[in-house]
Nanobody, 120 residues
């Protein structure tokens, strides 16, 4: 069973920054488009950003210019650098493989996620 492990969340004031990391098995990291998702209480899970194996990135409009997704090849990790955080970014953040036939589907079981809370 594929294990994806997210880390780096926490409590931050509006305008602050956090760096999230998703550790993935090497074969997954090297072969799959990987995405960061978030789920806020009472809301549907949404795909925030994803990165292909060749490094192409896509972002949801609400985070463009503030979040950056990248690959750490040395650590087999997917990084989400979050800057200028807003209270509406508060959610559990999770990573997963993005299905090649549709961004609406994921490839693996969900991990625990990491909580991000933006509050003064």
């Amino acid at each position: 069973q594929v294990q994806l492990v997210e880390s780096g969340g926490g409590l931050v004031q509006p305008g602050g920054s956090l760096r999230l990391s998703c550790a993935a098995p090497r074969r997954i990291f090297r072969s799959d488009t990987m995405g960061w998702y978030r789920q806020a209480p009472g809301k549907q899970r949404e795909l925030v950003a994803y990165i292909t194996t060749d490094g192409s990135t896509t972002y949801v409009d609400s985070v463009k210019g503030r979040f950056t997704i990248s690959r750490d090849n040395a650590e087999n990790a997917i990084i989400l650098q979050m800057n200028s955080l807003k209270p509406e970014d508060t959610a559990v953040y999770l990573c997963n493989g993005v299905a090649p036939w549709s961004t609406g589907y994921v490839l693996y079981a969900w991990g625990q996620g990491t909580q991000v809370t933006v509050s003064s």
